[in-house]
């Protein structure tokens, strides 16, 4: 069954799961019969999900093209996992360029919400970095699109939600490495005005930096962070780093243990742990980047009613929203178990309707709590709106269309290039 | 150095550096999964099945993974086919048999025709290649032959009784194969599933869903079955005891139940 990582919408949905490109559908009807290819399911809202039509599932289509060991180049389906890639690539000296926070995305889910990482100051984010990929669209036709061969159409796939057609192929350049470890530095801070001199210091001599926060330890100048920094390790083994979950969250845990008291205890907690200033910490690729595929099904803690994540950016003229957002978590009384702030570079967006732009993203999530967390969500929604931020639709269920035209002015661009035999729940609601 | 595509086949003379397997009905589900997750323990392989631009797919893909490629492109339901593999197995150290087809059983009540076809993909092909690869590897006294079969030839059932006695025709050949080459020291081995999610049962209804099990689930299973010691495995291995228990309800009682 299909759904989103967060459980919410509440659905699940069959799909048709074609074994082979050759045997992906090459003509749908009309809305009516809409489809939406579905990579790992590892976007929390319900850009994923497509009830009104079907799914076509593409973990199946995972086979690679080639791999120029010389060059770093790779071709692969789109079902092909990071994981699956890096499998690949990194025992040959190459990484991915750029990564999200979870090895089981998969290439076509990377590229269509063009997702960022923890090195966008340096590298801007992963449509920054592929060179071409294949579009089948729903009338059969079939694109390769680049820079330089349809190059609105590429503009519009990269970060285009899965709207305009079906991925069949993409080709990514990456990164050189040394070695398959990362050298990590740990440094504790205390407000917004801290953590921004730290990340200018670390944004010149880092290739990646991220910050935990606790945030409800304090308002804008009061609250308590981590600052990770790190780089990839000039020494050590090239192994390949298994993403093997050695916990599992059991499949239901009641919602109610996860209220305003454990997760204060539990951010608390993590702070203390962690706190000592470290530098230069040695550890695998995999700790460090997808710390929480360690524990499979983790998004089972939330309990059956699902969480929202919530994130989004501030431009950094912009600090005072910051404490407003606090101050109206802290009013809620709902705590985010994970908090997390990174500061974007200025790299113009690969995509149209692409969400990083230079400034500050938080990234918070909540238990469903019904109504009081909707309120919540939507409070921020409108501080963000009104502060000319923009807010991720790989983690959105919420935003209403006229936040998302805010947000996405190359809306009515894009609309240009959607297929029209392509829909998803999160479409449906934000095109209106 | 850009790893190209190119297609040998059975028989060309190879510089042997590591294991060489071969995988007959490379394009199942099961079979595409069980090379992923075998991807280590090998650096040859030929690939066996009967669509040539899947064949192609398939080989560009293992090559990028640094594996020398060898593709046969055959439709086992032709008679002769054996010959293909007549003195051509020197190279190679394992041979796996992962096609078949789930056949409509009403089709199969109503045409001999359904019938027969079925048999012969599930169990007489089959007999024709063990034949030829049987010699072969005895004479090497080096080998492994593992063969997918199913739960569905323990027991012969309404539902599904032409697809359960081609296994179950399978299931006890390579039985008798097994003992036949025990002295030589090859082995073989009997890999039977239940019911898990592939192109073979898509779009059937997944019920009861704890009866149904993800394919990377039973490769892992063949895994375990081609590196271990056992020599017939159900997969997963509960299905030894329900399978158990349904041989052991008498037929009188059988006859009046949905199973
Ligand atoms: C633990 C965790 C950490 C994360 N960290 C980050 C992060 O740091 N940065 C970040 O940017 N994101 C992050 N994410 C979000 C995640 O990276 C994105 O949601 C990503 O798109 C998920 O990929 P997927 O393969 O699961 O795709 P899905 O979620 O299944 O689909 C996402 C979109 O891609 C489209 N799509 C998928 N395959 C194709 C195809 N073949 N052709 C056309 N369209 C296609 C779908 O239609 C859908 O619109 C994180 C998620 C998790 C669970
Ligand atoms: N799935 C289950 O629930 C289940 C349960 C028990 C046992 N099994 C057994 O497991 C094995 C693997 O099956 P699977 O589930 O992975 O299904 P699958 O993907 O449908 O695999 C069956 C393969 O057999 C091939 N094939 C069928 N007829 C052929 C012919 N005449 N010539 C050449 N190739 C032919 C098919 O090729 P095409 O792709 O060209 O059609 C297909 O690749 C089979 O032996 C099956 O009987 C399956």
Redo the contacts between chains.
């Keep these: 069954m299909y759904r989103s990582w967060a459980y919410i919408p509440e659905v699940e949905q069959s799909a ?2 074609p ?4 045997d992906l559908p090459t003509s749908t009807t009309g809305a009516a019969n809409s489809v939406l290819a579905y990579g790992a399911g590892r976007s929390y809202g319900d850009s994923c999900i497509n009830t009104d039509g079907k799914l076509i599932d593409t973990q ?1 289509l995972r ?8 060059t770093g180049v ?1 071709t692969a389906e789109p079902g092909v996992t990071l994981d699956q890639l890096l499998r ?1 690539t990194v025992p040959k000296g190459w990484f991915l360029s750029v990564t999200p926070g979870t090895s089981y995305a998969t290439l076509g889910g990377a590229l269509a919400n063009d997702v960022h990482g923890k090195n966008h100051h340096c590298k801007g984010t992963f449509g920054h970095h592929v060179k071409q990929f294949k579009l089948l669209r729903t009338d059969g036709q079939e694109l390769v699109c680049s820079e330089n061969e349809n190059p609105d159409m590429f503009k519009a796939t990269i970060g285009g939600m899965g709207l305009t057609g079906i991925i069949t192929q993409i080709t990514i350049s990456l990164q050189a490495i040394k070695s398959a470890n990362m050298t990590v530095s740990t440094q504790p801070f205390v407000g917004l005005f801290e953590y921004l001199k730290l990340s200018k210091i670390s944004n010149q001599q880092d290739q990646y930096s991220v910050a935990w926060i606790d945030c409800m330890s304090g308002d804008m100048e009061g609250f308590k962070g981590l600052f990770y920094s790190a780089n990839h390790a000039k020494t050590g083994e090239l192994a390949y780093d298994e993403a093997q979950s050695s916990l599992s969250a059991p499949s239901i845990i009641p919602s109610y243990l996860l209220n305003k008291y454990s997760v204060t205890a539990f951010n608390k907690l993590y702070y203390a742990k962690n706190k000592g200033n470290k530098s230069g910490i040695n550890q695998g690729y995999h700790s460090f980047f997808y710390p929480l595929d360690k524990v499979a099904n983790w998004n089972n803690i939330y309990g059956k009613k699902g969480f929202y994540q919530c994130q989004f950016i501030l431009p950094l003229d912009q600090n005072e929203v910051f404490d407003q957002v606090f101050t109206k978590i802290r009013q809620s009384g709902m705590g985010s178990f994970l908090t997390v702030l990174k500061e974007f570079g200025v790299y113009e967006s690969a995509g149209m309707l692409s969400f990083p732009r230079p400034g500050i993203c938080l990234a918070m999530d909540f238990s469903n709590r019904g109504n009081s967390t909707m309120k919540l969500l939507k409070d921020i929604e409108h501080l963000v709106i009104n502060a000319g931020g923009s807010i991720y639709p790989a983690k959105d269920k919420l935003m209403s269309a006229e936040s998302f035209r805010h947000c996405y002015p190359a809306l009515d661009d894009f609309k240009r290039y959607v297929d029209p035999g392509i829909s998803s729940n999160y479409w449906r609601r934000v095109s209106g | 150095m850009l790893i190209p595509v190119f297609l040998l086949t059975i028989g060309d003379a190879l510089v042997a550096d590591g294991k060489h397997i071969l995988v007959l009905g490379s394009q199942s589900t099961l079979a595409r999964e069980f090379v992923d997750q075998y991807i280590d323990e090998f650096s040859h392989i030929t690939l066996v099945a009967r669509n040539a631009e899947k064949l192609q797919v398939q080989a560009a893909d293992l090559e990028s993974r640094s594996k020398t490629v060898h593709t046969k492109c055959i439709d086992f339901n032709e008679i002769g086919i054996h010959q293909e593999f007549d003195g051509a197995l020197d190279d190679i150290d394992e041979v796996y048999f992962f096609y078949g087809s789930l056949p409509d059983q009403q089709a199969c009540e109503q045409s001999v025709e359904s019938a027969l076809e079925a048999i012969n993909l599930n169990f007489v092909s089959s007999v024709a290649m063990l034949t030829s690869i049987a010699n072969q590897f005895e004479q090497k006294r080096a080998g492994l032959i593992l063969v997918v079969t199913s739960v569905a030839g323990d027991r012969g059932r309404k539902a599904n009784y032409v697809y359960g006695a081609s296994k179950a025709g399978l299931t006890a050949y390579c039985q008798g194969l097994r003992n036949r080459l025990a002295s030589a020291g090859v082995r073989v081995v009997t890999v039977k599933p239940g019911m898990f999610k592939s192109a073979m049962t898509e779009g059937m209804p997944k019920t009861p869903a704890i009866l149904w099990s993800d394919t990377d689930r039973i490769a892992k299973v063949v895994v375990e079955a081609a590196t271990g010691s056992k020599e017939v495995v159900y997969a997963p291995g509960y299905w030894r005891i329900i399978m158990w228990v349904i041989k052991s309800i008498p037929e009188r009682i059988f006859k009046n139940t949905s199973i």
Aim: a negative charge; aromatic letters at 18%.
């Design positions: 048709k799961v074994q082979w490109v050759a199946q086979h690679f093209i080639s791999f120029d060991v010389d790779v690949l």
